[in-house]
């Protein structure tokens, strides 16, 4: 195995030293003999070292380097070696050749870590990410946020702080409840309706603070109440009949007395024909709808 590694590195010397004429050596490189000169002597002297031994030749010019050999080494730019990440690397000769950079650390897109990764010295500057909206897991209007990098951090920074609750559909003081505990609300106001519907309290609906009315309008009764709302009380309202159908009284109804509710009928609601006893016997008419007329009446029995 030897014997094919000498005669592979005789065959590169000769080619060097057989393909250029005789020059006086300005170093060791290629002068095989060290006699200052490189000529075929050289080749010469490589081949008796081959086969019969003796002193090793001195160093080829066919080769990079001499195995083993290590050097620094830096691929990136210039100016960044030795700035932050950045340093150099080591190559080793192997078989008369640099291997590659091991080792070296060159400029990279800078990351949120504290280091100056792209080595322009300066930590955690130009990150990409940095300036993008963020959700800081907060809720309300303080969930939203702008990222930035902090001490190698990545640190979401809410874009409004926690404030007092207005009526606005937001959750202003980020507690997870829109327009809740706002100041003012459940106090009396006037809604500028009529009747009953004029009362309200303020609330806070769909983000716009309004006077709601606490009442609600239905069908009018006979309560002295405008319970529609239309600023009219007790009217267009189906009267009860009075108690007395029979005779003059057919017909008669009961009158609203508005906070007393309706009315027991009197006389006057009986019409003018009414009697409470019968005293006109020759009318036709049972004036004291009692169902009984005239001279059957009890009353005008009573006058004969």
């Not at 000769?14 to 006699?35: M, R, T, Y």
């Not at 010019?61 to 290590?70: K, M, Y």
Request: proline share 7%; glycine share 14%; net charge negative.
């Amino acid at each position: 195995m030897k014997v094919v590694q000498r005669l592979f590195l005789t065959g590169l010397m000769a080619v060097c030293l057989l393909s250029a004429a005789p020059v006086i050596a300005q170093s060791s490189c290629g002068d095989a003999n060290g006699d200052g000169v490189i000529n075929v002597g050289d080749a010469v002297y490589t081949i008796n070292y081959i086969f019969r031994g003796g002193p090793a030749p001195l160093p080829n010019c066919c080769f990079e380097c001499t195995s083993g050999q290590t050097r620094p080494c830096y691929s990136g730019p210039p100016v960044t070696e030795g700035v932050g990440l950045c340093h150099a690397g080591t190559q080793t000769c192997v078989d008369g050749a640099w291997g590659p950079c091991e080792g070296e650390v060159v400029p990279s897109v800078e990351v949120c870590d504290g280091q100056d990764n792209d080595c322009d010295g300066i930590d955690d500057n130009d990150v990409p990410g940095v300036g993008e909206y963020c959700y800081t897991g907060l809720q309300g209007v303080c969930a939203a946020g702008i990222r930035y990098c902090v001490a190698g951090m990545w640190w979401c920074e809410p874009n409004e702080s926690p404030a007092e609750e207005v009526c606005d559909g937001l959750d202003n003081d980020c507690n997870g409840v829109t327009d809740d505990n706002i100041p003012g609300i459940g106090e009396p106001c006037n809604t500028g309706n009529i009747g009953p519907c004029a009362a309200g309290t303020m609330q806070c609906v769909s983000g716009v603070l309004q006077c709601v009315s606490t009442y609600t309008p239905v069908a009018e009764i006979c309560d002295g109440i405008d319970n529609d709302c239309n600023g009219l009380e007790d009217e267009e309202l189906s009267a009860p009949p009075c108690s007395m159908q029979d005779g003059v009284c057919s017909g008669s109804v009961m009158q609203c007395g508005g906070p007393d509710g309706w009315l027991e009928c009197t006389p006057a609601d009986y019409g003018p024909h009414y009697e409470i006893n019968e005293t006109t016997c020759d009318d036709g008419l049972d004036n004291d709808c009692d169902g009984v007329t005239d001279a059957d009446d009890p009353d005008c029995q009573k006058k004969k």
